[in-house]
């Protein structure tokens, strides 16, 4: 079966700790997407890769990292500069070359102890 | 700058009722819009979308959009809801890229 799969799905953070969020794709999509969801604020855009090698920042990447060495996987570094990383992460795919829909994997909720 | 709002943070509606869910963008660009689903603690399941073509769009589970340029509106409707469409739905827009910007979301609760 073809998705996205992302682990683990509960991770626990103690404060100025590090963590990293695995997402990995076998949809064989050259885009991959890090969103944020917060209660009542929708989805907001943390790094995305349109390309192996290569990622932009998004409109919340401070306090977080990314790496994009592989097209299938995107992990994302919760850094401890991040001051509020409680949220639900999710991670996204899609074919970067037409307008095609994003599919979306499982999520992660982060909670820090 | 991109934006999609969301008129309506919760509604509730009853079991076997119509129900529309707003969606208001901003662009001076041609977007492609998007209704996707999301159950409790869940990822996202695409709904429907509009990319070109008939402004009419229908989707899985009985639900359609219509796109309408002059008032820069997708609204998402169902003619008859049920117990499963509980969920929360969120519209999105995608630009002539590959950045997506999607609205604070509606909470849709149907009740018995």
């Known amino acids: 079966d073809g998705g996205i799969t992302q682990s683990p799905k509960y991770l626990f953070r103690k404060e100025g700790q590090n963590v990293t969020l695995s997402c990995e794709q076998n949809?064989?999509?050259?885009?991959m997407y890090w969103y944020r969801q917060d209660p009542g604020q929708g989805l907001r855009l943390i790094y995305y890769s349109q390309i192996v090698n290569d990622f932009q920042k998004g409109d919340i990447a401070e306090g977080y990292s990314v790496s994009r060495e592989k097209k299938e996987s995107f992990p994302l570094t919760v850094t401890s500069a991040q001051k509020n990383p409680t949220a639900f992460y999710l991670c996204?795919?899609?074919?970067?070359?037409?307008?095609?829909?994003?599919?979306f994997g499982p999520g992660t909720r982060l909670l820090v102890l | 700058a991109q934006s999609v709002t969301q008129l309506d943070s919760q509604v509730p509606v009853f079991e076997e009722a119509p129900v529309e869910l707003r969606c208001n963008y901003s662009?001076?660009?041609?977007?492609?819009l998007f209704w996707y689903v999301q159950y409790p603690n869940q990822g996202l399941q695409l709904l429907l979308k509009?990319?070109?073509?008939?402004?009419l769009v229908k989707g899985i589970n009985g639900f359609e959009a219509e796109f309408n340029k002059s008032q820069t509106s997708f609204h998402l409707r169902k003619p008859s809801v049920h117990i499963s469409d509980t969920a929360e739905y969120f519209c999105?827009?995608?630009?002539?890229?590959?950045?997506?910007?999607f609205g604070t979301g509606t909470s849709l609760t149907v009740i018995p």
């Open positions: 662009s001076s660009v041609s977007v492609y």
């Open positions: 949809l064989n999509h050259d885009a």
């Open positions: 996204a795919s899609s074919i970067s070359t037409s307008v095609e829909t994003q599919y």
């Open positions: 999105a827009v995608r630009r002539t890229g590959n950045q997506f910007y």
């Open positions: 509009y990319l070109s073509g008939s402004t």
